[in-house]
Structures are given as structure tokens and as C-alpha cells.
């Protein structure tokens, strides 16, 4: 991109991207505004809900998911979408003395697919530069109290990985079946800003 529209924000700078295409002859607005409302239409945190089910349900998907989520999506007939295959996507799993948490510090990268428009609060930098400074304060903010003896690790997405927190199956849970399963896990609890 040249110099004199690298200041600019980056929704005019996507703007200017469409035009140049519009203009090259390579695609219409009309397209354009297509290939999003697709994406976006499909984009849902019951997305990432289902996946999660599955790995609470089924230990071999767990380690496939947490060895190369990416090809583990494709079982569920799930991908990154929006043509964004070459993002990598990876997710970590919460246990009893770990906690996952998910950042982008320099913008707002997120696994739209998996998890719906990302919330406002995601974007904002009071979020972006305190979760990273104080994990366990910022969570206390979401009303997530963890033991002191819990890990927080906070994972810093970037154009080129994604991540998705694994949350812990609910205690009590054995009995429901993975679409029961699914309806208790929370784009925050993907997030990690919630348990589940």
C-alpha cells in the first residue's frame, strides 16, 4: 500500500482496496456486498458452540482439535471462512489449573466464523492493553473470579493465527447430549472471558 493512505483508518483503506478492484473491472459492489452478507450469515458463535460440544463429547475430535483445529473443523463441516483458509486457527484448552484468554493487541483479529461479529468491547484498547497487563484484574471486570492458583495465559491473535478458547465442560453436564451441550457455551466462554 503506498505511504499516502497507510494513515488512513482502516476502513477507508479497505474502501480505497474495493474501488481499485471495482475499477480494475474485477468485481462489483453488488458482489462485494454479497460475499459479506454470505460470510456473515454463517459467521456464529453457535458455530464455535458446536465445536466445542463435540470436543466435550468426543476425546478423539478433542486431540484432533487441539493438534490442527483447522482440519478438525471440516468434521462438523465448519471452516475459517470468508476465503481466510490460509488463517491458521488454534485452540486452547482451560483446565482445572489453566486459564485461556484471547487478545489482539494491534487491531481486533478474531475467528469470525466461529464466533459471530467479535463484541465492542473486544476492539476497545482498555480491554486490548489491560487484559495483557492484568489478566485476572480484567476478568474479575467480566465477573470471572479464578483461584490464585490458576494460570492465566492471554493469546494474542494476528492476521495470520486465530485462537479459540476450549472452555471446561460444566460439572453436573454428563447426561446432555451435544446440542444440550452447546446451548451452555457463550462467545465470551470462547473468548475466555467467561468460564463457559
Known amino acids: 500500500m503506498s505511504g499516502d493512505h497507510a494513515s488512513l483508518p482502516v476502513a477507508a483503506r479497505v474502501r480505497r482496496l474495493e474501488e481499485r478492484l471495482i475499477e480494475a473491472g474485477l468485481t462489483t459492489d453488488a458482489e462485494l456486498d454479497s460475499a459479506v452478507a454470505n460470510f456473515l450469515d454463517n459467521a456464529s458463535p453457535t458455530n464455535g458452540a ?3 460440544a463435540r470436543a466435550w463429547t468426543d476425546d478423539g475430535f478433542r486431540a484432533r482439535l487441539l493438534a490442527d483445529a ?6 462438523l463441516g465448519l471452516s475459517m471462512g470468508g476465503g ?4 491458521r486457527l488454534k485452540v486452547v484448552e482451560n483446565t482445572p489449573t489453566s486459564h485461556n484468554v484471547i487478545v489482539c493487541t494491534l487491531c481486533s483479529c478474531y475467528p469470525l466464523a466461529l464466533l459471530g461479529p467479535s463484541p465492542s468491547w473486544y476492539k ?4 486490548r492493553s489491560g487484559v495483557v497487563r492484568d489478566p485476572r484484574g480484567v ?3 467480566f465477573g470471572l473470579h479464578l483461584d490464585q492458583d490458576v494460570n492465566i495465559t492471554v493469546w494474542d491473535s494476528s492476521a495470520e493465527t486465530r485462537y479459540m478458547v476450549l472452555p471446561r465442560r460444566p460439572d453436573g453436564t454428563e447426561d446432555r447430549g451435544e446440542a444440550q451441550l452447546a446451548e451452555l457455551v457463550t462467545r465470551e466462554g470462547l473468548i475466555g472471558t467467561a468460564a463457559v
Open 50 to 52: 458446536r465445536v466445542v
Open 124 to 127: 476497545y484498547e482498555a480491554y
Open 84 to 87: 481466510l483458509q490460509d488463517q
Open 139 to 141: 476478568l474479575a471486570e
Open 70 to 75: 483447522n482440519s478438525a473443523l471440516h468434521e
